[in-house]
């Protein structure tokens, strides 16, 4: 898109007002959108976007500018006008860019731009199709979003780092809305990764749109939750919504140092039970959050934030790890050229243990099993959350009971990571786009099966004694 001699000319004007580093970043996206509502295709939206963000540090101070002019006047105007927000000590700099090879890579192999719009139009309906038949009757409305981008970036700096990389996300949703009488409920599931449209060789459309419409349909007699304190089993296949929001978002360094997270200053602290470790992996093959290069340009690598209980690491962008006296771990994320970045997350998760899920339950006399979470809502600084509970059982003496809906989990993180006493050998993934400062990026979460000693949990109906419906594992 932009040559290197250019980008040296451009770089060398950013800081010819001084500041301690420039960078680049230079961008081409191509994506597709789909959306189908009331089996009919509402939305078919293509579109490129290109443009480059430029950013001067000088201290603690960011200049930033973006344009979509890429050319040589439109970069050195841009470069110029980040020069003159970051006024130090005059700086003659000699940039040879040096292009750095990415310690992972990533193989796509049905590209999007490769696949037709009426494929991928084929592959919505059939979604549609699939949910509705599941019950013609109760399932009254289905919503199927499809999407894919290609990205294409370029990054370099003054350091002399230079980085090319592509990445393609492709993603499936379906919302369905059952409704017998008065009662409605609406079940949901998604689909996605860093790949092309093999994604759904995997996860085929059709048996996405079932698991949403059951979702939905088995909700409809489901009783109401109980509500007080008890045991909960959170299951794999819940993903991992509650690291994310109640554990993640709080071993960002940017909250950490601004004391807006309950992890601040707990480094080498115990912050958890001793059989909670967690990760945020970028290197995983085909996860929706990974991704070879960061937006800064620095090389992709797996972090273990907490290890045995105990807070070893935050996930750092530059500008963060120069304050804290150290270098960036790759997590400097931004959501497009219009952006800059900011520490956010990849693939977090809670390493998996040795217990076999199917024990976890059978050694839970009473409580709630979580098959799936819904929204929540989390204060960093306190690490209290609320999260609703989308697919939930009661567990009797060890046996999975009949669902309930209406439930909401309410606790402290911290607390609740120091709960937790048994944790499951299997894993399983969510994806998602989390916001941040007013920016979006691809993210997935993952838990392996976890017992919580106690949490509470809301809802209308009482504790009862066993229903005779009793599913054995």
């Given at each position: 898109m932009v040559?290197?001699?250019?980008l040296?000319?451009v770089l060398?004007?950013a800081?010819a ?6 960078d ?10 789909i959306g189908c509502?009331?089996g009919k295709?509402?939305?078919v939206h ?5 443009g480059?963000?430029l950013?001067?540090?000088l201290?603690d ?5 973006h344009?979509n002019d890429?050319s040589?006047n ?7 006008i980040?020069?003159?927000?970051a006024?130090?000590?005059?700086k003659?700099i000699?940039l ?5 090879k ?5 193989k796509f ?5 490769d696949?037709?719009t009426?494929r991928k139009?084929?592959l919505?309906?059939?979604?549609d199709?699939?949910?509705r038949?599941l019950?013609?009757?109760r399932?009254?409305?289905?919503i199927v979003g ?12 003054s350091k ?7 990445r393609?996300?492709t993603r ?7 409704a017998?009488?008065?009662t409605?409920q609406?079940?949901?599931?998604a689909v996605?990764?860093l790949c092309?449209?093999e ?7 059709e ?5 949403a419409?059951r979702?939905?349909v ?8 109980p509500?007080g ?8 296949e ?5 690291v994310h ?6 071993l960002?360094a940017?909250?950490a140092?601004?004391?807006l997270s309950v992890?601040?200053?707990?480094k080498?602290q115990v ?5 909670i470790?967690v990760?945020?992996?970028v290197?995983?093959d ?13 090389t992709a690598?797996?972090v ?15 500008l963060t790890a120069?304050?804290d006296?150290?270098?960036?771990n790759g997590?400097g994320?931004?959501q497009?050229?219009r ?5 956010r ?18 050694e839970?006399?009473e ?5 799936k979470m819904?929204?929540?809502q ?16 009661l ?9 309930v809906r209406g ?5 402290n993180?911290?607390?609740?990571l120091?709960?937790?006493d048994?944790?499951?050998?299997d ?6 786009t989390?916001g ?5 990026v691809?993210v997935s979460?993952?838990q392996?099966?976890i017992?919580?000693?106690?949490l509470i949990?809301?809802g209308t ?7 005779p419906?009793?599913r054995?594992?």
């Amino acid at each position: 898109m932009v040559d290197k001699q250019l980008l040296k000319e451009v770089l060398a004007e950013a800081l010819a007002g001084g500041g301690d580093f420039a960078d680049i970043f230079i961008e081409e996206k191509r994506n597709t959108a789909i959306g189908c509502e009331a089996g009919k295709i509402e939305r078919v939206h293509t579109g490129v976007d290109i443009g480059a963000g430029l950013r001067v540090l000088l201290g603690d101070v960011t200049a930033y500018a973006h344009t979509n002019d890429l050319s040589r006047n439109g970069l050195l105007e841009a470069a110029g006008i980040v020069a003159r927000a970051a006024r130090g000590g005059k700086k003659d700099i000699n940039l040879d860019l040096q292009l750095i090879k990415p310690v992972v890579d990533f193989k796509f192999r049905d590209r999007p731009g490769d696949i037709s719009t009426e494929r991928k139009v084929s592959l919505v309906e059939a979604a549609d199709r699939a949910a509705r038949v599941l019950d013609k009757d109760r399932v009254k409305q289905v919503i199927v979003g499809y999407g894919d981008v290609t990205q294409n970036v370029i990054i370099a700096n003054s350091k002399g780092d230079y980085v090319e990389d592509e990445r393609i996300h492709t993603r499936l949703l379906v919302q369905a809305v059952a409704a017998s009488g008065s009662t409605i409920q609406t079940g949901y599931e998604a689909v996605g990764g860093l790949c092309g449209f093999e994604l759904f060789e995997k996860f085929p459309a059709e048996a996405v749109a079932a698991a949403a419409a059951r979702r939905a349909v088995e909700m409809l007699a489901a009783r109401p939750a109980p509500a007080g304190k008890m045991p909960v089993v959170m299951a794999g296949e819940a993903g991992g919504t509650m690291v994310h929001e109640a554990c993640g978002h709080g071993l960002e360094a940017d909250l950490a140092q601004k004391g807006l997270s309950v992890y601040a200053g707990k480094k080498g602290q115990v912050v958890a039970s001793e059989e909670i470790s967690v990760v945020d992996d970028v290197t995983m093959d085909g996860r929706y959050g990974s991704y070879r290069f960061d937006d800064e340009g620095v090389t992709a690598r797996p972090v273990e934030l907490i290890k045995k209980g105990v807070l070893s690491d935050f996930l750092y962008d530059r500008l963060t790890a120069v304050k804290d006296g150290r270098e960036s771990n790759g997590h400097g994320r931004r959501q497009s050229f219009r952006y800059k970045p900011v520490p956010r997350m990849g693939n977090t998760y809670i390493a998996p243990g040795k217990t076999d899920p199917v024990k976890i339950i059978r050694e839970t006399r009473e409580g709630l099993l979580v098959k799936k979470m819904g929204g929540g809502q989390v204060n960093t600084t306190t690490g209290d959350f609320v999260f609703d509970v989308a697919e939930g059982y009661l567990i009797k003496d060890g046996e999975i009971g009949p669902m309930v809906r209406g439930a909401t989990l309410t606790g402290n993180g911290p607390e609740v990571l120091r709960m937790v006493d048994l944790v499951g050998s299997d894993l399983g993934f969510t994806i998602g786009t989390c916001g941040k400062d007013g920016q979006g990026v691809p993210v997935s979460d993952a838990q392996p099966t976890i017992s919580i000693k106690q949490l509470i949990v809301g809802g209308t109906g009482r504790q009862e004694g066993p229903d005779p419906k009793i599913r054995r594992l």
